[in-house]
DNA sequence: CAATATCTGTTATTTTTTTCACAACTATCT
DNA sequence: AGATAGTTGTGAAAAAAATAACAGATATTG
């Protein structure tokens, strides 16, 4: 691929793209990757590398424009163009992820929700169309959802994964504590507080890094 | 350091961990490297050299032994003293997660939670010990809490960091979408929805991997 | 009980990622 | 305008991690 970006590095440019839309609404206009190395605990090597790999030099000499940086960056990596999401299971973080409204400033548009329990769907307050989990392979493909977050409990995981490629979603936020399995292609990262807590942990005591 | 492991490491075996957990329940007493490797997606070479970090042959030649192994990197990672964790913000992500019983079952003790209202701590339904935030530096230390997940909106996480940090903290799951600045030596995870649908976002649109 | 198939543990190799070093550029101050 | 201090971009070097290869061990099957 000509343009293939290290994994690490994309993960580092979308906490850059947030810190630059955070700095764009506090009216800073120019940052210097030293800066962006503190604020991000990374070193201003890694940060001037990590903006090279998307070949468009800034001006050289002079600190990076927050506003064209951050752009050159949605360029990029796509954060132009918003993405459909969508959350499955409407207990409590499912509830509390589909009120957060910000997402749509971020370029995120939850377009529904689901949920096994036929009584959560009819009577939950909220801005968003609600669905029985039944429906998902029907309404991720017809309104083209690309994105789920997935806040089902343990057991109900895997099988509301199924349906979700099978309405051919891409990638999956994955709140339950399930280890999850699918086709290669799609993208699941898994997001466990109690796996969170083990590698601090860990880390903690070997002392690492 | 004597027996150091790399980070990349420490995550997967965190992630063995959970997976022989779950066998020893499902009473499977016995798994090869590449029946791990499938389960969590890495190959089975990774899966030997990463047990191999901990320096104890299993039997070679033989598949492993789920509960042996499970002791091992329990062993190896400190997994078997039980740590005392807080959490801070009761809204309804920190609600959420201080009413998930599991956790002690994980080596976890939830023994207090703080919010800023005063209101919310002397009502809110909930087994474990709440208070007011400005208590955090005087309990954190007092009850020797090493960990907390930070679940407080965006502008008051710094603060609560910095009482964390005082109280004598030594790792944070940070919830909210603040970017927290603290001291090198404690450790911080963030968890930001947000962060992870871009990051997703992007990989699908690059392709990578 | 021998033969075969299947495993693990670990050294060696390859690939990926980070770090370094420095030329070239910009802004500022006198 | 010259000098100085600070900055970026990037090819090269170093470090870290993933992958492969295989020796040595263990089950299993006929």
Redesign the pocket.
């Known amino acids: 691929m000509i343009n293939s970006i ?4 994309i993960k ?1 440019l979308s906490a850059l793209y947030q810190l630059l839309c955070r700095l764009e609404v506090s009216e800073v206009n120019a ?6 190395g503190d604020r991000l605990d ?11 790999y998307l ?10 424009t927050v506003l064209k940086l951050k752009e050159l960056i949605a360029r990029s990596l796509n954060f132009a163009t918003s993405r459909k999401a969508c959350v499955v299971g409407l207990g409590k973080i499912g509830t509390a992820i589909i009120n957060y409204s910000r997402f749509s400033s971020y370029g995120f548009d939850i377009v529904a929700g689901f949920d096994s329990n036929v009584n959560i769907v009819e009577t939950l307050p909220a801005e968003t169309d609600l669905f029985p989990s039944y429906m998902i392979p029907e309404i991720v493909k017809e309104r083209e959802i690309e994105l789920a977050i997935l806040a089902v409990p343990f057991e109900a995981a895997q099988l509301c994964v199924d349906r979700l490629v099978k309405g051919g979603i891409k990638g999956i936020v994955n709140f339950s504590s399930a280890l999850l399995t699918t086709d290669k292609n799609i993208v699941i990262t898994d997001v466990d507080v109690t796996k969170e807590l083990r590698v601090l942990s860990a880390m903690i005591s070997l002392g690492s890094k």
Chains 1, 2 share one sequence.
């Open positions: 290290p994994e690490p590095a580092r940052i210097s990757s030293r800066e962006i990374i070193s201003a090597h890694t940060v001037r590398k990590d903006i090279s070949r468009e030099s800034q001006t050289s000499g002079a600190r990076y």
